[in-house]
């Protein structure tokens, strides 16, 4: 399935929960990465673009930027629709005099930016390593239309670590990230008619070495069946569903998917333990 089904109204919240576990390293070095070089990333990137953010979420992100970066305006584009509008509403009430925009959209199948936005360079911001959710071919069909000369891209890269670190950041002692990823059939349930009984399906993590990404899945743990739009779907103990899959790249091997799209690397920011890594290409 597409990750993207993950972010409902609840599932949002679970996923910011995630971000403040010990185990989910990614949010919180990138938010050191933020407050050590938001300057020189604003200062690189350049001052009074019009700042596009794929995939927006709560907007805490785009706050450590926004005084540096100085935009001429805001598109902050997501798919759940309430957290998006929370979200912008704030932006506009710390900066008054910036027009802002909210754009509820799958930007996955292609981004259309509002038509009244200012003829100015564009810097797009996609923080959080979301873009590892996609395959690399998914990915370089994402990027490509957005490189126009002149434009920019600020993006959040998780980079290749040890199996452990890896499996743990998601699959958490707590059962946060269990409790995500089992929202998905409550919400099928919810909108599209199932009878999945979520106490009969388990969350699994594990990491594909040779594929270089994590996988998540929701294991059947005894035979079953699932009725779902007036059709029956048999599972047998231990068969899974492929809920997520969020590939883990070096700084290398992604500066070369997204030279296959038009983008070159211009800056690198990692963490001193090489975990997650702030690149910003130029169209």
């Not at 971000?19 to 390293?25: Q, R």
């Not at 902050?76 to 309430?82: A, N, R, W």
């Not at 200012?118 to 390593?129: E, K, T």
């Not at 002692?173 to 990823?181: E, I, R, Y």
Request: net charge neutral; proline share 4%.
């Amino acid at each position: 399935m597409s990750p993207k089904w993950f972010y409902d109204a609840l599932g949002s919240k679970l996923f910011d929960a995630i971000c403040d576990l010990p185990e989910y390293y990614p949010t919180r070095t990138e938010m050191k990465l933020f407050a050590d070089h938001a300057p020189e990333m604003a200062r690189r990137a350049g001052t009074g673009r019009v700042l596009i953010e794929l995939g927006s979420g709560n907007g805490e992100k785009v706050r450590r930027l926004m005084a540096h970066l100085r935009p001429r305006a805001y598109v902050g584009v997501d798919i759940s629709k309430e957290v998006l509008h929370s979200a912008t509403a704030k932006l506009k009430d710390e900066y008054p005099q910036l027009s802002v925009y909210a754009v509820c959209s799958d930007f996955s199948s292609g981004f259309r930016a509002p038509a009244e936005l200012p003829a100015a360079a564009r810097l797009y911001f996609y923080p959080g390593s979301s873009i590892g959710n996609f395959t690399p071919e998914q990915a370089v069909a994402l990027l490509k239309p957005l490189a126009r000369p002149g434009d920019a891209l600020l993006i959040g890269v998780d980079l290749i670590k040890d199996r452990q670190t890896l499996e743990s950041a998601y699959d958490d002692a707590l059962g946060v990230t269990a409790a995500f990823n089992l929202n998905l059939l409550a919400r099928m349930n919810r909108e599209l008619r199932a009878d999945f009984d979520l106490s009969r399906f388990r969350h699994v993590a594990r990491f594909d070495e040779g594929l270089s990404r994590i996988e998540m899945h929701l294991e059947s743990t005894t035979e079953q069946s699932v009725c779902l739009d007036e059709r029956k779907f048999s599972f047998a103990a231990g068969e899974r569903l492929h809920t997520e899959s969020s590939y883990k790249y070096s700084v290398e091997g992604f500066a070369a998917l997204a030279a296959r799209a038009g983008w070159t690397l211009a800056q690198r920011w990692t963490d001193e333990r090489r975990r997650f890594a702030e690149l910003l290409f130029e169209a």
